[in-house]
């Protein structure tokens, strides 16, 4: 987590460093600072708490100490020390001249920090990146020359970096280095960028150098040379960034999030458009690259992901199971991880991410590689780490994802992994024709009744308002659908603050009923079907022991009209596409809920949107 920004150019480069950083605040917001250097000056601003703590800070400044053309700025999601004023970024070495931002851990800073403070290194912070800024200093000490310095450095340290360091003896140029963390150059006329994402820059120019790990580069105003372990000059293609400034704008819309709610629509018209023309013919899916035979040899899938990527997993193993009858197993990817998982070459691993930067995935998928299953990526970013992992790559194109909870990502993974699931089906030996044409027939319909919900949000909203005050919430539902209790419970947790549980129905007599009387809001999630009467029979049980019901459901008949408290009605849908349908109404009361209560909806406490550490 954490973004970085550095401008070195002829404007100024607080201005840029700041907006710039605007748009990396999904990777961290706790504390944020700049410094801008100039000929034998530095000066150095930081705050705790969100940006705007900074831009005031720096508003009140003297405009000849914010003039200078170039400089390195970052927003923070702590991972040593506090979120506090001291423990922000920039640091320095003693002597301030040495200044460095970091995105990333510095795994070995324990092991470095003795001999350091030996040689009168001066500690400030709690931080790993304290300990980078002393050794490049001493390097730099001894080799007279910034890249130099960096280059040896970088070869000390175990963990994960990216890297903007300056240094004021030569505010000529800024040393950028990356490795297990992203980072791009952007590329412009006598100016040049540095920045973690693409949305920092895009503003300024479309074209950027993919830094890679291990590379260290240089960058002034007219050049950018990038570097190679062994510190031979190399030459990395410059690429067309493929995002507009437009998709980082509001659209009128109060927060990111009801945004990106009520664009699902056209997620789910772009997801399908290339692929699905008909319920009769062929899905298209080019993208993946397995062959006839391998397909044909697949006997296992395990789908490894995090958070919602995770729930998006899950409703895969109902669909892919359902269709092609190989056997599915989702995992959290840390857990995963750093145990002996069963996989071989006739394994198909599927990673699902939005960010494709997930560290706990990244991680799984390395695991599964050494075992050589072939390896499907599913996510938002085609320029990821992870993308660049993948034997087969799916993009789910859902276009940038600016708010923490992720919504239209959700509903993009969701459409790829249908239509993936029916791709594998219709490579089986029997595909069952009916049962794939008839998926493909109602997916074709959920844009529209996605609008129909999106449309009138009314009752939605005044249910929101009516259990804001909860203090907490269970959500139930079985089959397909027990992902989208998990999903909508995350989303109410994630931006409202509010204890949110999602369980299989059938558990609740189990034990969490015991929770339950007239305090407790059950949401259950009925969708007509094979299990609508077990999970009815699970809302009969709630109410006998006085909770307030809430119904989302496509179908209540007469006599169980007054079993709820409250019901969200919406469109007839088959059960298998259900999810993509539920999971709306439960995205938009975990919205207004958040709203009323005043939440930072789009930017929730402790939460990041790529969580690139493990
Ligand atoms: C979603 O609302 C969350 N912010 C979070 O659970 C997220 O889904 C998770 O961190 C995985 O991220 P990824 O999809 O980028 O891998």
């Excluded at 070459?345 to 050494?370: F, P, R, W, Y």
């Excluded at 009467?533 to 109410?543: H, Q, W, Y």
């Excluded at 209560?597 to 930017?603: E, Y």
Aim: aromatic content about 6%; hydrophobic content about 40%.
């Amino acid at each position: 987590m954490c973004g970085i920004v550095g401008y070195i150019g002829k404007k100024r480069a607080v201005d840029i460093i700041l907006k710039g950083l605007s748009h990396l605040e999904y990777r961290g917001y706790d504390s944020a600072g700049v410094a801008l250097v100039s000929t034998d000056a530095a000066h150095i601003y930081k705050a705790s708490g969100k940006l705007n703590n900074l831009k005031e800070i720096i508003c009140l400044e003297n405009k000849e100490n914010i003039s200078a053309t170039a400089g390195i700025g970052h927003t923070r999601w702590a991972t040593h020390g506090l979120p506090t004023e001291t423990n922000a970024h920039p640091h320095t070495c003693n002597c301030g001249s040495l200044i460095i931002v970091h995105n990333g851990i510095i795994e070995n800073y324990k092991d470095l920090k003795p001999e350091l403070e030996k040689k009168g290194c001066n500690f400030k912070s709690q931080t790993d990146t304290e300990v980078a800024a002393h050794l490049i200093a001493h390097e730099f000490e001894e080799k007279k020359d910034l890249l130099k310095a960096v280059q040896s450095a970088v070869k000390k340290l175990k963990g994960a970096y990216a890297f903007s360091i300056m240094h004021k003896s030569c505010p000529e140029k800024i040393i950028a280095a990356r490795k297990n963390a992203p980072l791009i150059i952007g590329i412009g006329d006598g100016e040049n960028f540095i920045a973690s994402d693409i949305p920092a820059i895009i503003e300024y120019t479309k074209k950027a150098i993919y830094v890679s790990d291990n590379q260290v580069a240089e960058v002034k105003a007219d050049s950018v040379k990038i570097y190679d372990e062994n510190g031979n000059l190399i030459e990395n293609k410059i690429e067309n960034l493929p995002f507009e400034p437009i998709a980082l704008s509001k659209m009128g819309y109060k927060h990111f999030m009801l945004k990106e709610i009520h664009e699902q629509p056209d997620v789910v018209r772009n997801a399908l458009v290339d692929k699905i023309k008909d319920e009769n013919a062929a899905i298209i899916l080019d993208d993946v690259k397995l062959s006839k035979e391998k397909l044909a040899k697949i006997n296992r899938i395990q789908i490894i992901a995090c958070g919602t990527s995770l729930h998006a997993g899950l409703v895969g193993k109902y669909v892919i199971e359902e269709l092609t009858k190989i056997p599915v197993d989702v995992e959290a990817s840390s857990e995963y991880i750093y145990r002996n998982t069963i996989a071989d070459e006739n394994t198909l691993v599927i990673g699902i991410s939005q960010s494709g930067e997930t560290a706990d995935t990244i991680t799984a998928i390395k695991q599964a590689k050494e075992k050589n299953s072939h390896i499907l990526i599913i996510t938002n970013r085609k320029d990821s780490a992870m993308a660049r992992m993948a034997d087969s790559l799916l993009p789910i194109n859902a276009g940038i994802e600016v708010s923490v909870a992720a919504t239209k990502s959700y509903m993009a993974q969701l459409l790829n992994i249908y239509c993936f699931a029916i791709y594998l089906a219709e490579h089986t030996k029997n595909p069952d024709v009916k049962a794939i044409s008839d998926i493909k027939k109602e997916l074709l319909t959920l844009p529209s009744k996605l609008e129909i919900i999106l449309n009138d949000t009314k009752n939605i909203q005044n249910i929101s308002k009516k259990y804001s005050n909860s203090k907490d919430f269970i959500f139930i539902a079985r089959g397909i659908n027990y992902p989208s209790a998990l999903e909508g419970a995350l989303k109410l947790k994630e931006i409202s603050y509010i204890n949110a549980t999602g369980y299989p129905a059938g558990e609740l007599k189990h034990g969490p009923i015991a929770m339950l009387d007239e305090t407790m809001p059950v949401l259950a999630i009925l969708n007509k079907g094979v299990v609508y009467d077990k999970v009815l029979s699970n809302c009969e049980e709630a109410k006998a022991r006085q909770a307030k019901l809430i119904g989302v459901t496509n179908f209540i008949d007469e006599k169980h009209k007054n079993l709820f408290d409250d019901a969200v009605i919406i469109p007839e849908i088959s059960d298998i596409v259900s999810p993509a349908l539920n999971i709306v109404v439960l995205q938009l009361l975990a919205y207004h809920i958040a709203e009323y209560l005043g939440k930072d909806v789009d930017q929730p406490r402790n939460l990041a949107k790529s969580v690139t550490v493990e």
